[in-house]
T-cell receptor, first 114, second 115 residues
Framework: KAGVTQTPRYLIKTRGQQVTLSCSPI?????VSWYQQTPGQGLQFLFE???????NKGNFPGRFSGRQFSNSRSEMNVSTLELGDSALYLC?????????????FGPGTRLTVT | AQSVTQLGSHVSVSEGALVLLRCNYS??????LFWYVQYPNQGLQLLLK??????LVKGINGFEAEFKKSETSFHLTKPSAHMSDAAEYFC?????????????FGGGTRLMVKP
């Protein structure tokens, strides 16, 4: 079974631009979560989706948004990019929306904002 | 609110030596507990998890962890380190009362293995 895939793997953008990252979960998984990883702040939860609905959201500004499609694929968007948005963005999928279920992570998208 | 503390951002051991990575959590209710490993330029891979039942949990690659409620700890161990164990390790918790998968991570511990 294929793992979680994320595209693109690397991205370079300029301040003020916007970016869209894509995530395809493991087949059969309906829950998708997004995390931001930076050297300074570590791993931080962005949001999670289940059945095309955002179920939880982390403490990030409104510039960060996401959505989930009927096939469970998810996208996240960051508008008006800032230098501090440079990070590794990780997507994770899970079989169910339950705290006891493990999440499977993709390889991440490395975003660099210049 | 939950929090996770991993003591030691860097741990160095010799090949064949015991690996001990420490994790303590702060939560009003004991959470579900996870250990993940991250190799360079890769995502996170689940090593093991504790939800209910036996407090000593065995995971992949010879790792195990023990949940100690009285100490609010979930330390990760491996009897004998291999060079391939060099990576960053993250302890994470999820709220048993949360209808979701959200994880709160510790700051991570980078394990170095010396030949």
């Amino acid at each position: 079974k294929a793992g979680v895939t994320q595209t693109p793997r690397y991205l370079i953008k300029t301040r003020g631009q916007q970016v869209t990252l894509s995530c395809s979960p493991i087949s059969g998984h309906r829950s998708v979560s997004w995390y931001q990883q930076t050297p300074g702040q570590g791993l931080q939860f962005l949001f999670e989706y289940f059945s095309e609905t955002q179920r939880n959201k982390g403490n990030f500004p409104g510039r960060f948004s996401g959505r989930q499609f009927s096939n469970s694929r998810s996208e996240m968007n960051v508008s008006t990019l800032e230098l501090g948005d440079s990070a590794l963005y990780l997507c994770a999928s899970s079989l169910a929306l339950a705290a006891s279920y493990e999440q499977y992570f993709g390889p991440g998208t490395r975003l660099t904002v210049t | 609110a939950q929090s996770v503390t991993q003591l030691g951002s860097h741990v160095s051991v010799s090949e064949g030596a015991l690996v001990l990575l420490r994790c303590n959590y702060s939560s009003s209710v004991p959470p579900y507990l996870f250990w993940y490993v991250q190799y360079p330029n890769q995502g996170l891979q689940l090593l093991l998890k504790y939800t209910t039942g036996a407090t000593l949990v065995k995971g992949i690659n010879g790792f195990e962890a023990e949940f100690k409620k009285s100490e609010t700890s979930f330390h990760l161990t491996k009897p004998s380190a291999h060079m391939s164990d060099a990576a960053e390790y993250f302890c994470a918790v999820s709220d048993v009362n949360n209808a979701g998968n959200m994880l709160t991570f510790g700051g991570g511990t980078r394990l170095m293995v010396k030949p």
